[in-house]
T-cell receptor
């Protein structure tokens, strides 16, 4: 069975602070993909990044960066110099499986509140 | 805008009723997924279709059913509705069923059962 754990239910930071959202996963698959999605107050789920299990290179996209460590089964997400517009619920997700049916398993999400 | 269209955006209905939620995937996407988001259960996978065929089933109740039509749009039918079915229902689409393809989500249909 696959499982994604986001232990941080809610985080509050002041604008311009850096913040890291933790994600720990469990899977028996040797090949799998990890994702982060953002759900702003408007409700839609916005795709942020995809990472495969064979690529442990960190990735940076503007103020966003992701740290994938297979040894600790973690895929953490850091926002540098946070802004009020970053306020949202962030979901980590895992996709593995065999054959042609592979669902996304989501964590419970971390609500990030950025204040002035 | 993800390119996935869900209608209606909001739906209020009474217990015992039946509703149909509609999803149009992104142009070119053959795979459609349905998810339910509720406060107590989080984001739960319901069902997946690929090019008209059911490919995977998750925690979908027997009162719920779905289908994907030849034009690739999908409908999720919820019947004998209960208060506990109140949730945000998402449709997502991806170009294939391969696990390396990201799924793009619609804005969701917020269902309220009263």
């Amino acid at each position: 069975a696959q499982k994604v754990t986001q232990a941080q239910t809610e985080i509050s930071v002041v604008e311009k602070e850096d913040v890291t959202l933790d994600c720990v996963y469990e899977t028996r698959d040797t090949t799998y993909y990890l994702f982060w999605y953002k759900q702003p107050p408007s409700g839609e789920l916005v795709f942020l990044i995809r990472r495969n299990s064979f690529d442990e290179q960190n990735e940076i996209s503007g103020r966003y960066s992701w740290n994938f460590q297979k040894s600790t089964s973690s895929f953490n997400f850091t926002i540098t110099a946070s802004q009020v517009v970053d306020s949202a619920v962030y979901f980590c997700a895992l996709r593995g499986g065999t054959g042609t049916a592979s669902k996304l398993t989501f964590g419970t999400g971390t609500r990030l509140q950025v204040t002035l | 805008d993800s390119g996935v269209t869900q209608t209606p955006k909001h739906l209020i209905t009474a217990t015992g009723q039946r509703v149909t939620l509609r999803c149009s995937p992104r142009s070119g996407d053959l795979s459609v997924y349905w998810y339910q988001q509720s406060l107590d259960q989080g984001l739960q996978f319901l069902i997946q279709y690929y090019n008209g065929e059911e490919r995977a089933k998750g925690n979908i109740l027997e009162r719920f059913s779905a289908q994907q039509f030849p034009d690739l749009h999908s409908e999720l039918n919820l019947s004998s509705l209960e208060l506990g079915d109140s949730a945000l229902y998402f449709c997502a689409s991806s170009v294939s069923v391969r696990m390396n393809t990201e799924a793009f989500f619609g804005q969701g249909t917020r269902l309220t059962v009263v």
